[in-house]
């Protein structure tokens, strides 16, 4: 059977709870469409989230990859166009880091397109209910570099393997303790990613 590899990640910031990391405690495990559900959090830190995710490609050997974080205060379910080679960030991640525009890797493209099917993704979304849109523009905090290392190890390697990432919204049980955040339920959102994995070649 093939595998998926499914990130998330842990809580940062103002944010008590990452409904990704809820995502992915559900469907690990799980067979949906040809593929075995290998589900990993990854660290919200410049210096480990990238080898992290290296580590866990190498130990899954997966067919597919899909990362999952939460963009708070997006009201869609939004898959990524395209990661930038650049860490920049104000706000600090887990360990304080607050990089300054410094490339992720010195000889890496400027940019790299995601691999996965992200318009058909949109539709069948769309078609399901759920409001999707693509997004161009992933940011350059964790979510950015967790992309951006995925492909291009697949990139530099030759590999092809569809890879890429997906924005979600807050969950209600986050918007409550937060306070100020446009949400979905949790049900909602993990029943959105099973309609993606199904589109997965
Ligand atoms: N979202 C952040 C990092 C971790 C997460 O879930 C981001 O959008 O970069």
Known sequence: MKK???TGFEPFLDFPINPTNQIVEELKGKELNGYRIEGRI??????????EVLEHIDDVEPDAVISLGLAAGRHKITPE???????????K???????????????????????????????????????????????????????YQALYHFHANHLKIPSGFIHIPASH?????????????????????KHIVQLLP
């Open 173 to 193: 049980e986050l918007a409550v303790q937060h306070g100020k955040l446009p949400s979905w339920s949790q049900k909602d959102l993990t029943d959105a990613v």
């Open 81 to 91: 166009r395209i990661a930038i080679n650049c860490n920049e960030s104000n706000e």
């Open 42 to 51: 990854l660290s919200v830190d410049y210096n480990k989230s990238g080898r």
């Open 93 to 147: 991640d887990n360990e304080g880091n607050t990089p300054d525009g410094e490339p992720i890797q010195n000889e890496g493209p400027d940019g790299l397109f995601s691999t996965l099917p992200i318009k058909s993704f949109v539709e069948v979304l769309q078609s399901q209910g759920y409001p999707a849109e693509v997004s161009n523009s992933a940011g350059t905090y964790l979510c950015n570099h967790v992309m």
């Open 4 to 6: 998926l590899l499914l």
